[in-house]
């Protein structure tokens, strides 16, 4: 049903039942019900601001200052090269397959073009 009115009906108001009833303001009625439990947490610290400009820093790291320190961080990086030359190594034997493929498929190409390059005159 359409509130505007038609051709016929140019002189006649819209339908009363069609329209939202006012009610002369916006907000609800009702009061605000507190959810139990905690509260949201409380914003973070502000991280700390950095030194002044042309102030020098501590040229060893704090973590490897001492040799439980350096052992920790060695530890660390060769369990991440471990893991990065594994992943790559059990995926190599595919992607060299799908290597000798595509150069295949390269191949076959430029052949193609090449031969239709010599029926050219």
């Not at 002189?11 to 303001?25: C, F, H, K, N, V």
């Not at 973070?44 to 961080?73: C, D, Y």
Request: hydrophobic share 45%; proline share 10%; glycine share 6%.
């Amino acid at each position: 049903m359409s509130t505007t009115p038609e051709p016929e009906d140019a002189g006649r108001e819209p339908d009363s039942a069609a329209l939202p009833p006012e009610t002369g303001d916006d907000a609800a009625d009702g009061e605000v019900i507190a959810f139990p439990g905690p509260t949201a947490p409380a914003a973070p610290a502000a991280r700390r601001v950095a030194g002044q400009p042309g102030e020098l820093r501590r040229i060893i790291p704090a973590h490897l200052r001492t040799r439980a320190g350096i052992r920790k961080a060695a530890a660390w990086r060769y369990r991440r090269a471990r893991h990065h030359l594994l992943y790559h190594l059990v995926r190599s034997p595919q992607r060299l397959v799908l290597t000798v493929l595509w150069a295949a498929v390269g191949v076959v190409r430029v052949a193609h073009a090449q031969l239709a390059w010599w029926w050219v005159n």
